[in-house]
T-cell receptor, first 115, second 110 residues
């Protein structure tokens, strides 16, 4: 059973470009979470999704950031018009359908560098 | 608003020592508490999960305790090894999704 997969592992963008980060949850998991880890900071929750639904986006910046988890395919975190402050490691986690009280399994992360 | 604090921020010990990492949280209304390990440039590995009704969990040389009423958890590592060197993160889940501490960076010197 493959773990949570994220791609790309590293992404370099120039200011103003778009960044798309992908996350494939573990098989059988229907809950996906995105977290951001800024340099020298702890992980911060961004958004919690189930298939075709955003459950909690209280941690998402109000502008330029969006997330989706379609019926088919991976979850996508999209950052439009990136700025240098978006440089961070973005982690995805998934958990079983039984709910968000279960253990979350983390992917290896995507490290975004904005030049 | 839930806040999680980990002390110390960094710790260096000689191989073979037993050590304790501390985690405190401000809101005791939690469902569970998780300890993770993060290696440099890597993702997170879940070490132990303690449900709110539990007092402790053990896995190999690791033992985690939870005192909900005082808002504290400890991670005990027995007979530390150089391979234990990593950052250890504590996270709680309650009415909000996982809230993480900033971690304790552990170095075990051979």
């Amino acid at each position: 059973n493959a773990g949570v997969m994220q791609n790309p592992r590293h992404l370099v963008r120039r200011r103003g470009q778009e960044a798309r980060l992908r996350c494939s949850p573990m098989k059988g998991h229907s809950h996906v979470y995105w977290y951001r880890q800024l340099p020298e900071e702890g992980l911060k929750f961004m958004v919690y999704l189930q298939k075709e639904n955003i459950i909690d986006e209280s941690g998402m910046p109000k502008e330029r950031f969006s997330a989706e988890f379609p019926k088919e395919g991976p979850s996508i975190l999209r950052i439009q018009q990136v700025v240098r402050g978006d440089s961070a490691a973005y982690f995805c986690a998934s958990s079983p359908p039984s709910g968000n009280q279960e253990t979350q399994y983390f992917g290896p992360g995507t490290r975004l560098l904005v030049l | 608003k839930q806040e999680v604090t980990q002390i110390p921020a960094a710790l260096s010990v000689p191989e073979g020592e037993n050590l304790v990492l501390n985690c405190s949280f401000t809101d005791s209304a939690i469902y569970n508490l998780q300890w993770f390990r993060q290696d440099p440039g890597k993702g997170l590995t879940s070490l132990l999960l303690i449900q709110s009704s539990q007092r402790e969990q053990t896995s190999g040389r690791l033992n985690a305790s939870l005192d909900k009423s005082s808002g504290r958890s400890t991670l005990y590592i027995a007979a530390s090894q150089p391979g234990d060197s990593a950052t250890y993160l504590c996270a709680v889940i309650g009415n909000t999704p996982l809230v993480f501490g900033k971690g304790t960076r552990l170095s075990v010197i051979a």
